[in-house]
């Protein structure tokens, strides 16, 4: 039977953190925890599941996983996050896989994503398929700070395994701006390098392309008030990044002089 890793990074995940672990039974082998220093009872939790836990500063999430792999034992690796769940499909599929044979190196699932208790299936959050099932001696993180994924050789094809990932990205409005602020910042710091120019006008311009692109071009407007309210986050958190990246800039600017 084929050996299989799971990690999982954390930081004040308390009320998620046993639903992903559950999950996780008879599918991963072990469980690596890498924290970014918790202070609720999350890793009293991970201690009951017999989780492997290292705790590190978080600087950028595809640093972070990256870490997380080169901790592991088995040569598969399967990345979740704190706040998702194997559905029942996707934990028969991988059963079947432990117990037959591993045959690609990179494996892609559904992620269906959950908006305060509603099930998502526009905005861009479905099927919103990813990889996180990997061989690491074929493939591994990038080192993104935010929108992190994993990259290997262009001739390796992901094989799609049936099933979702199901992710509860949060329980109210409040929890889902603080999530997309704290991406915004991280986002910010690589926009300040990376963009030629950031205009006083490019933080509302790149906010409302982001707006129109989740509302209509990703069909937004069919999830309903859901739908609005996400297309609308986009737009802060995008327009937030943006002024964060100038006023990064500029403060970088300044000190040169």
């Known amino acids: 039977m084929v050996k299989i890793s799971a990690t999982i990074l954390t930081f004040n995940e308390e009320r998620r953190i046993e639903a992903c672990l559950q999950s996780l039974r008879d599918i991963a082998d072990e469980i690596i925890?890498?924290?970014?220093?918790?202070?609720?009872s999350t890793l009293d939790i991970c201690r009951r599941y017999g989780c492997r836990i290292t705790q590190r500063h978080l600087a950028g999430f595809g640093a972070q996983?990256?870490?997380?792999?080169?901790?592991?034992?088995?040569?598969?690796?399967?990345?979740?996050?704190?706040?998702?769940v194997l559905s029942p499909a996707l934990r028969n599929s991988l059963l079947q896989l432990?117990?037959?044979?591993?045959?690609?190196?990179?494996?892609?699932?559904?992620?269906?994503?959950?908006?305060?208790?509603?099930?998502v299936k526009h905005c861009g959050w479905y099927p919103d398929r990813q990889i996180r099932l990997f061989d690491k001696r074929y493939a591994n993180w990038n080192l993104r700070d935010v929108h992190e994924k994993v990259i290997f050789r262009d001739s390796v094809r992901p094989e799609?395994?049936?099933?979702?990932?199901l992710h509860?990205?949060?329980?109210?409005?409040?929890?889902?701006?603080a999530k997309q602020s704290s991406q915004a910042t991280l986002k910010a710091k690589v926009l300040a390098v990376g963009e030629k120019s950031i205009s006083p006008l490019t933080p509302i311009l790149k906010g409302l392309r982001s707006f129109f692109h989740t509302y209509?071009?990703?069909g937004g407007i069919?999830?309903?008030?859901?739908?609005?309210t996400i297309s609308r986050q986009q737009y802060f958190a995008e327009r937030n990044a943006y002024a964060c990246a100038r006023s990064i800039?500029?403060?970088?600017d300044a000190s040169r002089q």
């Open 33 to 40: 925890v890498v924290d970014s220093y918790s202070t609720d």
């Open 160 to 165: 799609q395994i049936p099933g979702d990932i």
């Open 249 to 252: 800039r500029k403060h970088h």
């Open 222 to 228: 069919l999830d309903g008030t859901v739908g609005w």
């Open 65 to 84: 996983r990256q870490y997380a792999t080169s901790l592991t034992n088995p040569s598969y690796v399967l990345a979740i996050d704190a706040d998702e």
């Open 98 to 119: 432990k117990a037959t044979e591993l045959k690609h190196r990179v494996y892609s699932f559904s992620r269906l994503n959950f908006f305060c208790g509603f099930a």
């Open 216 to 218: 209509l071009s990703q």
């Open 168 to 177: 509860y990205r949060c329980d109210t409005l409040k929890e889902y701006s």
